[in-house]
């Protein structure tokens, strides 16, 4: 799975996941300070399925329609150290096969997913 991580995922996240075999690149080194519009075209365009803590995305995609399509993964997660909160994001990934095409929001052992009209 191709992710895309937010510039408000922490660097240290990124880089162990990346550490665990994901090939996941981060927007606070790609291109720091770009918009979210901006985000989810870069989403697109690299194929990455974007993981974000920023609610913002929801009214992005449900309200303006702007495209994601490969899908975003919202989380909502209780504060914790980097390598914890990496440990539950792959957790969650692992947990399922059907991100693409979906908004999902991951809000502590529960997760909602809906598809995306691409």
Do not use: H, Q
């Amino acid at each position: 799975m191709r992710l895309l991580a937010d510039e408000n995922v922490p660097r240290l996240v990124v880089e162990f996941m990346c550490s665990c075999g994901y090939d996941a690149i981060w927007v606070g080194k790609e291109a720091p300070g770009i918009s979210d519009r901006e985000v989810l075209s870069l989403a697109t365009a690299e194929k990455r399925t974007l993981i974000t803590f920023d609610t913002d995305f929801g009214e992005l995609v449900f309200r303006l329609g702007v495209g994601a399509p490969f899908g975003v993964i919202l989380f909502r997660l209780p504060s914790d150290s980097p390598s914890g909160i990496a440990r539950t994001m792959i957790e969650v990934l692992e947990g399922r096969t059907d991100w693409i095409g979906r908004f999902s929001v991951v809000d502590g052992n529960r997760i909602r997913t809906r598809p995306l009209s691409i």
